[in-house]
């Protein structure tokens, strides 16, 4: 990772502390995915004040126009990004993987659960709920923070991705609590906005205050 300069007379980091930087760089910029985070939050809690019915089957595919609509501003913050703080390049023959960030007595059991939990909100919720919508978009990223949890190299970060991904993973099951489609899909795509603006605001401080602020030229770095 190339950043000339970086908190250079700041306090040293840890190995963990660099390797979990390295090989969560492109997660960490926050501001790139956050604003869809706000705007999922938002249109959630139109739909409900509008047209809540709309939420049935509009929140999935509302959620996934997000993504490409604001796809053009992902790409400028993620250019903005390496311009203040350069670029991390795999090694070669030593991608980050998962292979990279857990351990087999951490990953197996965790693939286990994350396998059991998709057959019940693919095939168990469907067959017995109203539900037609099986909440992928709300289940992956709970799992991805939930992995990023495990080596996490300070305790704050430990706990907040832990806390909001098992949130996710919990609020997936709402359904089997509650017939109301509607507070089902607000609930869901409304706490899934939520996690992405704060978790993106949480990660991108996260980042400046290890690297700098971005608009400060001491810190920034050629690719």
Not at 101 to 121: D, E, K, M, N, R
């Amino acid at each position: 990772m190339s950043s000339a300069g970086a908190r250079a007379s700041g306090p040293p980091r840890s190995p963990d502390q660099v390797r979990f930087f390295t090989q969560f760089y492109h997660q960490l910029k926050g501001l790139c995915y956050a604003p869809a985070g706000g705007l999922l939050l938002l249109g959630v809690l139109g739909g409900l004040l509008v047209r809540p019915q709309m939420l049935i089957h509009g929140a999935p595919l509302g959620a996934l126009a997000l993504l490409v609509l604001t796809s053009p501003w992902m790409w400028y913050m993620h250019r903005r990004y390496e311009s203040a703080y350069g670029r991390v390049r795999g090694r070669e023959g030593h991608g980050s993987s998962l292979g990279d960030v857990l351990s087999a007595w951490t990953f197996v059991p965790l693939l286990t659960g994350a396998l059991c939990w998709i057959a019940l909100v693919t095939f168990y919720i469907p067959q017995h709920t109203p539900l037609g919508d099986n909440h992928f978009l709300v289940f992956f990223p709970g799992w991805m923070l939930i992995v990023a949890s495990l080596p996490a190299p300070l305790p704050g970060l430990r706990w907040t991705y832990a806390t909001t991904g098992v949130l996710l993973f919990l609020v997936t099951l709402l359904p089997l609590i509650t017939t109301n489609m509607v507070v089902v899909q607000a609930v869901n795509y409304g706490l899934l906005g939520a996690v992405i603006l704060g978790v993106g605001l949480y990660n991108h401080r996260l980042l400046v205050g290890t690297l700098g602020p971005m608009a400060d030229t001491e810190v920034s770095a050629d690719a």
